[in-house]
């Protein structure tokens, strides 16, 4: 569970997608950087522009900032239950040194990866990758799910307030006929008075 909490710190929001970098990917998987995108490039074919993309200046500096804000904030290590060797790749990631600009990986992305990048510790951490995505996918249905009840809610209420709205103009009505009918029954009669 805690190896599927760091994977999903790993996953970026970039141009309406959630995305995966290739250095964490390749961390992921225990191999360079640089290997997993010449497998990468050597199935081309396989990853139309939906489901890998390179980051602009821009795309990536904005992802830099918020990583490092979330770093300062977080503890200084993540500790992973029988995973010693990838402790500290969570920790920070190697920010600095790259020459060209990452790629992104979607979902379908990344679930293509399992076919190019075949070793066992790649095929474990598919399957974990795999989980924290859906496990995203899960959160953001349940966030969607309350926006849903909460406009339902307003709608009800606003309902509500027309349906006062009119019960208080009745019941006002009510009373100005009550009041009128008063001020009849007690008005200065005029003309002869017959005493009982």
Do not use: C
């Amino acid at each position: 569970m805690q190896i599927i909490k760091s994977i999903q710190n790993r996953i970026y929001e970039i141009r309406g997608e959630r995305v995966m970098l290739d250095f964490d990917l390749a961390s992921l998987y225990e191999v360079e950087t640089r290997v997993l995108n010449q497998a990468v490039k050597r199935n081309i074919k396989r990853f139309p522009e939906d489901f890998m993309f390179q980051l602009t200046s821009a795309e990536f500096e904005n992802i830099k900032f918020q990583t490092e804000a979330i770093n300062e904030v977080a503890s200084s290590q993540i500790v992973i239950k029988d995973q010693p060797n990838l402790m500290s790749q969570f920790v920070t990631s190697s920010w600095g040194g790259t020459r060209k600009l990452p790629y992104a990986f979607t979902e379908q992305g990344v679930a293509m990866l399992s076919g190019v990048v075949n070793s066992d510790k790649a095929i474990n951490m598919n399957i974990a990758i795999m989980r924290a995505f859906i496990d995203v996918r899960k959160i953001l249905l349940k966030q969607s799910n309350l926006n849903e009840q909460l406009t339902e809610i307003k709608e009800r209420i606003g309902e509500h307030d027309v349906q006062l709205n009119e019960l208080y103009d009745a019941m006002e009505n009510l009373i100005d006929e009550k009041i009128a009918q008063l001020k009849w029954n007690d008005r200065q009669r005029i003309g002869f008075k017959i005493k009982e």
